[in-house]
Each structure stands twice: as C-alpha cells, then as structure tokens.
C-alpha cells in the first residue's frame, strides 16, 4: 500500500504545480496559499473533531512540533510553489521537485548517518543531473553562469523546506492521522494571513474569481488533505529516504498534466530530465539497503502506525 499511497500523493501534486500555473489572473499566491489551508481545515476538523479532542493532550505537549509542519512543510513550501509559478513554467517547478529526494538522504546521513547503498547515490546523480538540465532549460552550460530565473530560485527554496519537512516526520507524535492533518493545516492558515497582508500592502493581491474558487478547492482537497495523509502513511510506512524519492514521480505526472491542460511545451529536455528522474527512483529502490531500520531514517516511536 505504501507505494500507491505515494504515488497517489505524487499525481495530486503534479495537478498542484498546474494548479499554480492556472490560478494566474484569479487568485493571487499568497491568497491562494491561505484558502487552500482554510478549506483543508476547515474540511478536517469538521470530520474529525471527537479524535481531535481526545488528542489534545499529546497535541498540547507537542505543539512545536505541529507548528514547525504547518509553517515550515505547508505554508512557506506551497508560498514558494506558487510564487514560482509566475515567473517560470509548471513543467520547470515540478521537475525541480525531484531535489526534494536528493536532500532529503544528504540531510539523513549528515544528521542520523542513515545507511544509503551505492545504487541509491546512483539514482539520486541521476535525478540531480535531471534536476540541472531543467533548472538550465537544457544548457547546462548556462550554470556556469548561473543562468537560472527567478522563479527557478525560489522552487529551489521550496525544496529545502520540504526536504527539512520531511526528516522532521521522524519526530511526529502518536496520534491519529486526522489530528496529524488537522493542527498543523490549522497553523498552516494562520501562518498565510500575515503573508496575505503582505500582498495586499503590495497592492498585488487578487480576490479569487470562480475559478479561483475551483482552483483553491482541488489544492485543498487533492494537494493538501489527501496528499499530505498519504505522504505521511508512505514516510511512516518505508521510511524518509525511500518514500521521498517518490517525489520524482511529481515531474512526470506534472509534466503530462502541463502539456495536456495548459499546452506547454514538451522539449527535449525535459523527455530527457523525465527519463533521469524514472530511472534515478527504479535504481534507488531496486538498490535499497537490506536493513529496514537503517533505510527507514525515522526513530522507533514514530515508526508506529498512527492509531
């Protein structure tokens, strides 16, 4: 189940980054972000109120921790996300998201020394040499020269908080999924007003039109509840290292939905740097470490399933 509760979570963010890209003209970034999060919250706490208050306690106890996942995992990531989206295409933003992966076993070694087997730093070089192809719009020799974009530097932003995100799921209480959803999608829209604030200062802010309504409505559903639930059961389930390389799996879904929604188009390169992040998460996985508890970089506590 892990694998389709991973994959599922990578088809809903593949629509997020298009999702991003359509919301352009109806709802601003900032406004965006904040509505996804009130609908999610709004969505969870209303199917879920009973377990949530019999988590309280342990919310209680462990409030740092669910405010560290809605600021740094949901709101400032999906700000990032969004803001890029402006300045460059959805197909760039998803295929910059097979870094997260990459990071994400760095970080795992460097902070735990988690075990990574040559075939996995295979697939990760893989996935990086597609990362750079499309961070350079096929010219690798424009890295020389920093030839990237402003939105692509933001993405990268985006990145290295999800990453950080995800190593912080080690640390996440017991407690049911609803409650591990709930508070910080909670912390998550608060955390957006002040940047909502922000954008209306810039005169920059946008009231969503019906589409923007729409668009805010899918991220909440679809990118937000059911891919975050199902990211997390993946992480929970096999691990930090080999659950994050899922997330290569976003540019191929998100490259498809682009060209087939939006009309972009579909480059060389991009075939290429597709091809690098498929064969970089086939040759990870076949080449895993054997010992569970060295490939599931998270501590016993959190290993549990929630209740």
Not at 30 to 49: C, D, G, K, N
Not at 101 to 108: E, K, T, Y
Not at 244 to 261: C, E
Request: net charge neutral.
């Amino acid at each position: 189940m892990a694998y389709f509760y991973l994959a599922t979570a990578a088809l809903c963010w593949g629509g997020n980054a298009v999702a991003g890209k359509l919301a352009i003209g109806h709802v601003s970034p900032m406004m965006l972000t904040f509505w996804r999060w009130f609908f999610a919250t709004a969505i969870i706490f209303a199917i879920s109120v009973p377990q949530l208050v019999r988590d309280w306690p342990v919310v209680k106890k462990n409030l740092p921790i669910f405010i560290f996942y809605g600021i740094i995992g949901y709101t400032i990531f999906n700000a990032a996300l969004y803001t890029a989206v402006n300045y460059t295409t959805a197909i760039n933003v998803t295929i910059e998201q097979a870094g997260i992966p990459m990071l994400i076993f760095v970080l795992n070694f460097l902070l735990f020394r988690t075990r990574v087997s040559f075939a996995q730093i295979a697939g990760f070089s893989l996935t990086l040499a597609g990362v750079a192809l499309t961070a350079a719009h096929g010219d690798l020799g424009s890295l020389i020269h920093l030839g990237v974009n402003f939105g692509d530097a933001i993405m990268i932003i985006a990145v290295v908080v999800y990453a950080l995100y995800t190593i912080a799921l080690r640390w996440k209480p017991r407690v049911d999924w609803r409650t591990l959803m709930a508070f910080p999608a909670l912390f998550a829209m608060l955390a957006t007003a002040p940047l909502v604030a922000w954008e209306y200062s810039r005169d920059a802010l946008v009231w969503p039109d019906t589409e923007g309504w729409v668009i805010g409505l899918y991220t909440a559903i679809f990118a937000s509840l059911i891919a975050q639930i199902f990211y997390i059961r993946g992480v929970e389930t096999i691990g930090a290292n080999r659950a994050g390389l899922f997330i290569n799996l976003v540019p191929v879904f998100g490259t498809l939905l682009s060209v087939a929604i939006l009309g972009e188009d579909l480059q060389l390169f991009h075939i290429l740097a597709l091809a690098l992040a498929l064969g970089g998460i086939a040759i990870a996985e076949i080449g895993k470490p054997a010992s569970a508890g060295d490939q599931a970089g998270i501590s016993a506590p959190s290993a549990n399933r929630s209740k």
